[in-house]
Each structure stands twice: as structure tokens, then as C-alpha cells.
């Protein structure tokens, strides 16, 4: 048992909620907790994680931020940023413990690059479109990755980082390819370019082409498409989570109606299930 004289040295919950309080800044405030869970007093389960092992936490926050962008859920969104903020600066203070980076190297790395690639904010005269934005940053990073690596860059297109989205490292490749003006000079001729893919995916489907074949015409085919989406400013992984989960409303309407007169879908027809489906519409199961 404590004696009173430690009890008396160690904090009450009251003293460290106000510790976490205290400072003036939100973000001052976020990464004061972060930094007392990790000190003794603290959360074990805090204290042993590593930059590693905080790996996992920072995807799967990632995706749930997307998610709730996604589902345009404001309330979620605010709440799952909160957790993706905590986390950021958590893993901060994980690598200053562990010798990785310090927060202020981190912050005023980002900061003097975000200088030197928008020359056009800081010096320039500020008459600058998005496209030529995008250009300029893209050769400013190529110029700086040379001089640090004392060659050049084998790409233009760099490289994705492993685990990125396919639909997601598409669109990216695609715009870098557009920042050096690889790219159609309008959405009309990207549609043109999606049709003739169709049109080529439907010959050797009639053809009766083998798997590999439609394999590389389904790509084709998917890239084309996102390419139509870069040019309306539609990010495709989003666009296609949100079909995604709108067909999967309507086809629980099918399986709900479906279970009221005692069958399930695998017992039904294309034809009962389709006027299910557009009465899911009708619903506004969309």
C-alpha cells in the first residue's frame, strides 16, 4: 500500500487532464496528451509503441477519414480526423523517444519545402493556374530529388508508395503524366479514348480472347476511365466507394423485401429482383 507522503507526489487525474488542458493551442493541447501517455504514469500499451508498430493505426485512420469523406458525413469526418490528428502527432512523439525525427525538424522540413515548391506564393507574382501549379511543383520535386540523389530521377513519374489503391496510384500517375502535358487537350477526347477502349475490351470478349488478354483490356479500360475522372476533378477511388456502398443499400432493400415473402435471392429471379431494384430507387434507397 502507498504511503500517504507518495500518494501525495503522485498526480491525481484531475492534475493531468489539467496538464493536457493547459496549453493555449488545440494541437499544443493534442500533443501534450500524446506525450503523457507515454511517460511513466502513463498508458502502457502507449509507452510500447514504436514507429513500426504504429503502422497499421495510421492506414486503417487514414481510410476511415476517407470513409467518412465519402459518406459526406460531417459529424464522423470531424471525429475521424481527430483520430488521424492524434495519431500523427502521437507517432511525433513516438520518434522523438525512439531517435527517429523531432516534431520541430518535421514541421519546418514541411514547411521549407511547401516555400520552395509554391515559388509563385513566396517571391512570385502569384498569376499561376492550378495545371501550371501542378507543373512547376512536379519539376521543383524532380530538380530537388536530383540534387539529393547526385543523378536523375529515372521517372517522371516517380513511384507509389506499396499499398496505395490501384484506382488511387492511377489517378496519380495520370496527373504527373499531365503535368508534363502527356494528357489529351480535353474531357471530349479522353470519352473517345474510354469508348475505343470499350469497343476493344466488347472485340475481344466476341473473339473469345483468353483470360490474360481480358485482363489487360479490363486495365486498359479501368485507366481510361480514370483518366476521364481526372480531367472532371472526380477522384475515382471515392466515386467508386460511394457506388459501392449505394449498390449495397439497394441490394439489402432486395434481400429485405425479398425475406417479407418468405425468400431470399438465390430463390428469386432477375426479373423480381430488377423491379426490386428500381423500386429501391423509388425509395430513395440511393
Known sequence: MLSSGAMADSPSISDKEARVRAPDSPLERVLAMAR??????GCPWDRDQTVESMTPYLQEETFEVVEAVSARDR??????????????????????????????????????????RHPHVFGGDGRLEASGAVRQWEELK????????????????????????????????????GAVGFQWPGVGEALDKLAEELGELRTEIEAG??????????????????????????DPERA??????????RFRYIEEKLAE???????????E??????????????
Not at 82 to 98: M, S
Open 36 to 41: 503523457l501517455l507515454r511517460e511513466p504514469g
Open 240 to 249: 467508386l466507394r460511394g457506388t459501392v456502398a449505394k449498390f449495397l443499400r
Open 261 to 271: 415473402r418468405g425468400r431470399t435471392p438465390g430463390g428469386s429471379d432477375l426479373e
Open 142 to 177: 524532380r530538380a530537388e530529388h536530383e540534387a539529393k540523389a547526385g543523378e536523375p530521377v529515372p521517372s517522371t513519374l516517380g513511384r507509389r508508395p506499396a499499398g496505395l489503391p490501384a484506382l488511387t496510384t492511377a489517378f496519380r500517375v495520370s496527373e504527373k503524366a
Open 75 to 116: 459529424e464522423g469526418f470531424t471525429e475521424e480526423l481527430g483520430d488521424l490528428l492524434f495519431l500523427v502527432l502521437f507517432l511525433g512523439a513516438v520518434a522523438e523517444d525512439t531517435g527517429w525525427a523531432t516534431l520541430p525538424d518535421v514541421a519546418d522540413g514541411v514547411l521549407d519545402k511547401l516555400v520552395r
Open 209 to 234: 480472347a483468353e483470360t490474360e488478354r481480358l485482363e489487360d483490356e479490363i486495365g486498359d479500360l479501368l485507366y481510361a476511365t480514370v483518366n476521364v475522372a481526372r480531367y472532371l476533378r472526380i
Open 273 to 286: 429482383m430488377d423491379a426490386l431494384w428500381n423500386e429501391a430507387k423509388d425509395e430513395g434507397a440511393s
